[in-house]
Every structure is written in structure tokens, then in C-alpha cells.
Nanobody
Framework: VQLQASGGGLVQAGGSLSLSCAAS??????MAWFRRAPGKEREFVAA???????FYANSVNSRFTISRDNAKNMMYLQMNSLKPEDTAVYFC????????????????????WGQGTQVTVSS
């Protein structure tokens, strides 16, 4: 089982980036994005269950959109109106089953993690 994140880069504030996460080896009921900024703890960004319902952190709601292509076993994160505080390493995570809503923002419920992709937003 492998999760491969890609799409990070350097962008100016107000710009956009799109991240992708390719899953292989099995399908997942829940997939999510987390991020870790320098000197900070890992934090939840967005999650999407297999039925297509998305959940977002308040800090990215209305700016980021998570989506999945179940046929391709892919997950995406479209990031618009980026801010310098969005600078972080972004990780994709997954769990075999669909996580209940009350736990979906917790990193410890995800059993599979990919390597990170760096997103840097300049001011």
C-alpha cells in the first residue's frame, strides 16, 4: 500500500496550487490532507469519504476544495487564494473504512500516510 503526494511548489500570495495523492494497493473509505508548518504541529486540512462528502478545517474552508476520483484511486486538493500561513509540508493520509464525522479531523485515526509535498506561499 502506498500513498504518493505531488503538486507542491512555490506560489505568490493569492495564487493557486493543486495537490494530488495517488493511492495504490487498495482502496480507502476515507482520505485526507494534513499539513505541518515549520515549528508547528501537524494539523488537519481536509478529508473526503468515499461517498464524496468533504470536510474542511476552518482556516481553509471556502478556499480549498478536496475531491476524489475513486476509479483512479486518486485524491486532489485545489488550493485557491493562498496565504503565507498556508506554507507547510502537505501530507496525504488514508483509512480503510469511512471515519465517523466526529473523528475525521484526528490524525491518529489514519493508518496510512504518504510522504509530504512542500507548499511555499510568498508574501
Amino acid at each position: 500500500v502506498q500513498l504518493q503526494a505531488s503538486g507542491g511548489g512555490l506560489v505568490q500570495a493569492g495564487g493557486s496550487l493543486s495537490l494530488s495523492c495517488a493511492a495504490s494497493g487498495r482502496t480507502f473509505g476515507t482520505m485526507a490532507w494534513f499539513r505541518r508548518a515549520p515549528g508547528k504541529e501537524r494539523e488537519f486540512v481536509a478529508a473526503c469519504r468515499s461517498e464524496g462528502i468533504g470536510f474542511y478545517a476552518n482556516s481553509v474552508n471556502s478556499r480549498f476544495t478536496i475531491s476524489r476520483d475513486n476509479a483512479k484511486n486518486m485524491m486532489y486538493l485545489q488550493m485557491n487564494s493562498l496565504k503565507p500561513e498556508d506554507t507547510a509540508v502537505y501530507f496525504c493520509a488514508a483509512r480503510v473504512d469511512r471515519i465517523i464525522v466526529s473523528a475525521i479531523r484526528r490524525g491518529d485515526v489514519y493508518g496510512y500516510w504518504g510522504q509530504g509535498t512542500q507548499v511555499t506561499v510568498s508574501s
